[in-house]
């Protein structure tokens, strides 16, 4: 079966900064791989460990981010930590969701990690692109 990315990069999502950026890719990627393996129907053993290095690379993604952040001074930090651990415990209640298992819930799973990055790289994350471009090293 021929993979087709789902999720796809734009250079509109670009923050500024070539680490961030390529991290964000990295999820995508990621994504991308859910989304193959559930549309190729493998095994939950096999999605378990996609969706676990998603949500271990978004733990050390957040900490890259809110270094950038704070390095550059841009306003708001402690209200994007906020997002990121309300992240990080809606993809723990998910991934974990009443006992199912995981296939039950893993479309649900792979369409709110979508969104979410989407929307939070378009638009909390935009907000310290500005202050990021002007920065000496990025």
């Known amino acids: 079966m021929t993979s087709q990315n789902y999720v796809v990069w734009k250079d509109a999502f670009s923050v500024g900064s070539d680490a961030i950026d390529s991290q964000h890719q990295g999820m995508f990627g990621l994504l991308n791989d859910l989304y193959s393996a559930l549309q190729e129907g493998r095994s939950q053993k096999d999605i378990s460990e996609i969706v676990g290095k998603a949500h271990q690379y978004a733990k050390q993604h957040f900490a890259s ?39 039950d819930t893993a479309y649900e799973l792979f369409f709110f990690l979508k969104d979410w990055w989407l929307s939070h790289i378009t638009g909390m994350d935009a907000q310290y692109a500005a202050s990021v471009r002007t920065m000496p090293s990025h």
């Open 65 to 103: 981010e809110e270094a950038l952040w704070a390095k550059s001074g841009c306003p708001g930090l402690e209200e994007h930590k906020a997002v990121h651990q309300a992240y990080t415990g809606q993809v723990e209640q998910l991934w974990r969701s009443s006992g199912q298992p995981l296939e």
